[in-house]
């Protein structure tokens, strides 16, 4: 059974930097497409990013594309999040998810989440 553990959310004034954290346990995780979504509150869930197993592509969300970077380290089992230039609104708990199931939008293991605040 594949668990992800996130790491990194905080509180961050609006322009501020976050670098979120996936750890994943299990053997898969190399194999595995990855995604970031994340929740706020009163809101659908939304897509933020995903990468392939390799690494070698890269997709993100309209709302966060040229601010957010993906990425992954499969030696480490872990991927990353990195969030520049901060706004208000990309306040909401942020998800890691493992196994794609349709398109890199659907995934099969998902973490708990981490929350990301930003302070106008």
């Known amino acids: 059974q594949v668990q992800l553990v996130e790491s990194g959310g905080g509180l961050v004034q609006a322009g501020g930097s976050l670098r979120l954290s996936c750890a994943a346990s299990g053997r898969t995780f190399s194999s595995a497409d990855m995604g970031w979504f994340r929740q706020a509150p009163g809101k659908e869930r939304e897509f933020v990013a995903a990468i392939s197993a390799s690494g070698g592509s890269r997709y993100y969300g309209d709302s966060v594309g040229g601010r957010f970077t993906i990425s992954r380290d499969n030696a480490k089992n872990t991927g990353y999040l990195q969030m520049n230039s901060l706004k208000p609104e990309d306040t909401a708990v942020y998800f890691c998810?493992?196994?794609?199931?349709?398109?890199?939008?659907?995934?099969?293991?998902w973490g708990q989440g981490t929350q990301v605040t930003v302070s106008s």
């Open positions: 998810a493992t196994e794609s199931l349709s398109n890199m939008r659907e995934y099969r293991n």
